[in-house]
């Protein structure tokens, strides 16, 4: 009988470890899949790119009032009341740089800031970096960007003059090179050669080199010519002003870029080069270009090196709306795009040489380099040899003459304004851009479509003809072509310069993730579905998301785009780019008790502990009943 009772309670307790087993299995394989399946959608790109996170300082902030007197009672009462210090001021802006107390960060300081009415706005001191990278080929150890723009043959009209002032904004330039002393600028009241802008420097006129990039900037627009010294730059002769806000990382802050371009407006500069960029949007740093353009400085500048599409996700300054900025992308030996290049059909004016490109470095050394950073002095040393041969030019004459003097080349079709690689040659001898005699045409994508037909510089009175696509997200002109409507082909006649704005829908995609099920909606309408579903909204739309699970799911939490809402089964999201969220359901495991008690029910999500205290009532009646027999 014993025997009997005991085999039994063998029998039903390997009964229940393996029910025990299988419910345990089941929870937690479905937890991993739910954490794996979560993990593969945060690491999935729904768009062509993404858009990088910006970095800055994070002991300062930059500040603009608003004019008049009540900004210097405004600037008394912030310091004191935020306990904030200037460390820089840009009067001339009515801008300041305040260092913030420990205790405070960036995004805090600027919110509190932002809700004063005598305060214009207020932004984080953003950091740049170089746009360089460093090759591997050593068969490139040549000149070939210099012939293949042709500058041979424009060295027989000009190869440059001392009278042309060309500030390099960057790391630096040994100005001790032999390969430069002749070309380097000096301050006539001090013999300085430029200004180290970086706050805090030991020796503010110093700008000596100590990363090497803007030294080999500085070569490629204007190492000595003819002096049977190593290289030679685009221009023979000119006057290299030297402006260092970038230290030996080759990273510098917005604040420090600004006081070097007040620095070239106050000492007459006519071009400036800038090898540097990021995807952050500083409203500071685009005043201070927009007061070069007012000083008559053309503003060349680096597209960017990680192969993105300017138009969608603009690399600044390259990508101000500013028509004194000329965005540079970077070519190859076979008139390639740049593997690594940025582009853009409405963003970047032109191509030069960037890849395999030897210049000068600090302690009489030289080496190539690739990158739009060495694109971009190219088009500079390009700028200054047309000043050379006409000083009368404005930086309008400039910019028309390098856009309208390019080779067309195939791969920038549709990759850059022009179409384009510069030609030296070409720019010095054209008939065009006399002055008076053309305009500027500027298109801003709002959203996610393309538009063709823009050349970017026109005869006066002549016809842009634009073409907005797709015509299925187009939602219509703004800007000088609002006019036009929601036709997809617009008209502008270019008496003046102008800029038009075309709108388009962003995409928002969704999905499920988890074991279970359930619908997701939006207001407005566009979204419902189960699996994956796609709609697109006007841009800055707020939409608001909503998970619903089905009988026998729950809802466990948004991803993707929407991770931020968390467990709320409502998410607004604001549509400011394409977006991609999914949302997760889990199966519920539910069980009523024989006893009429009601029931209950757990998600598999839960605590095991919970699990455990679920399982103990059947488990006990199991044993109960087995005793009983």
Same mark, same amino acid.
């Given at each position: ?99 913030? #107390? ?75 090179? #032999? ?69 030996? =990382? ?18 007459? *500069? ?59 992308? *970077?070519? =190859? ?41 060495? *694109? ?6 390009? *700028? ?100 036009? +409507? ?27 993730? +988890?074991?279970?099920? +359930? ?18 909204? =006007?841009? $800055? ?65 839960? $605590? ?22």
């Amino acid at each position: 009988m014993v025997g009997r009772w005991v085999m039994k309670l063998k029998r039903t307790s390997r009964l229940l470890l393996w029910l025990f087993a299988v419910i345990l299995g089941t929870l937690f394989s479905s937890q991993g899949s739910q954490i794996s399946k979560a993990q593969t959608n945060r690491s999935t790109s729904f768009g062509p790119q993404y858009t990088p996170v910006p970095r800055y300082a994070l002991d300062r902030v930059i500040v603009k009032f608003k004019g008049g007197q009540f900004r210097l009672q405004a600037l008394s009462e912030v310091k004191s009341q935020y306990g904030l210090q200037s460390i820089k001021e840009f009067r001339n802006l009515n801008i300041y740089v305040f260092k913030l #107390p420990k205790d405070k960060t960036p995004h805090e300081a600027i919110a509190e800031l932002r809700k004063r009415p005598d305060v214009e706005y207020a932004e984080p001191d953003y950091i740049y970096t170089i746009k360089a990278t460093i090759p591997n080929d050593p068969l490139w150890n040549n000149l070939w960007g210099l012939v293949k723009i042709q500058a041979p043959s424009a060295w027989n009209i000009t190869t440059g003059s001392q009278s042309v002032v060309v500030a390099v904004i960057d790391t630096g330039v040994d100005y001790n090179h #032999p390969d430069l002393q002749a070309n380097m600028w000096q301050d006539p009241a001090t013999g300085y050669y430029g200004k180290n802008c970086i706050t805090g420097a030991s020796n503010p006129n110093d700008p000596m080199d100590d990363n090497g990039h803007g030294t080999h900037v500085a070569g490629t627009i204007g190492a000595v010519g003819n002096n049977g010294v190593g290289v030679v730059g685009v221009n023979w002769q000119v006057k290299i002003m030297a402006l260092k806000f970038m230290g030996s =990382d080759g990273s510098g802050t917005t604040s420090d870029a600004i006081d070097c371009i007040n620095y070239a407006i106050q000492k007459g *500069a006519h071009i400036i080069n800038a090898s540097w960029g990021d995807y952050a949007y500083s409203q500071t740093l685009r005043n201070a270009i927009a007061s070069a353009k007012n000083a008559g400085i053309l503003f060349v500048a680096a597209a960017g090196n990680e192969e993105y599409d300017n138009d969608l996700t603009p690399l600044y300054p390259a990508s101000y709306d500013l028509e004194n900025i000329i965005s540079v992308a *970077a070519t =190859d030996q076979n008139d390639l795009l740049a593997s690594f290049s940025n582009y853009g059909r409405n963003s970047v004016h032109v191509g030069a040489p960037g890849v395999g490109i030897l210049s000068t470095l600090p302690n009489n050394n030289y080496g190539n380099k690739s990158g739009t950073s060495m *694109a971009s002095p190219h088009v500079a040393g390009l *700028a200054a040899l047309l000043k050379a041969q006409n000083p009368s030019y404005t930086w309008r004459e400039l910019k028309c003459r390098i856009m309208k003097g390019v080779d067309p080349l195939s791969s920038l079709n549709g990759k850059t304004i022009t179409g384009g690689r510069i030609n030296a040659s070409k720019a010095l001898t054209i008939s065009d851009c006399q002055p008076g005699t053309f305009y500027f045409l500027r298109v801003l994508i709002n959203g996610n479509g393309t538009v063709d037909g823009n050349v970017g510089v026109y005869n006066s009175n002549s016809t842009a003809t634009l073409n907005a696509a797709p015509s299925s997200t187009f939602v219509g002109w703004g800007g000088d072509c609002s006019s036009c +409507g929601n036709n997809t082909t617009c008209n502008v006649v270019m008496n003046a310069d102008k800029t038009c704005v075309a709108i388009f829908q962003y995409k928002l995609t969704v999905s499920k993730s +988890g074991t279970g099920s +359930g619908t997701i909606t939006s207001n407005p309408a566009g979204i419902s579905c189960g699996t994956i579903c796609s709609a697109n909204f =006007d841009p $800055n739309t707020s939409v608001t998301l909503t998970a619903t699970p089905d009988a026998g799911s729950t809802f466990g939490g948004w991803g993707g785009d929407c991770q931020s809402c968390g467990m709320s089964s409502q998410c607004p999201i604001t549509m400011d780019s394409d977006k991609s969220c999914y949302a997760i359901f889990n199966f519920s495991v539910s069980s009523s008790s024989s006893g009429g008690g009601g029931g209950c029910s757990m998600a598999t999500g839960s $605590n095991p502990l919970n699990v455990l205290l679920w399982l103990l009532p059947p488990i006990l009646i199991a044993f109960r009943r087995t005793f009983k027999k």
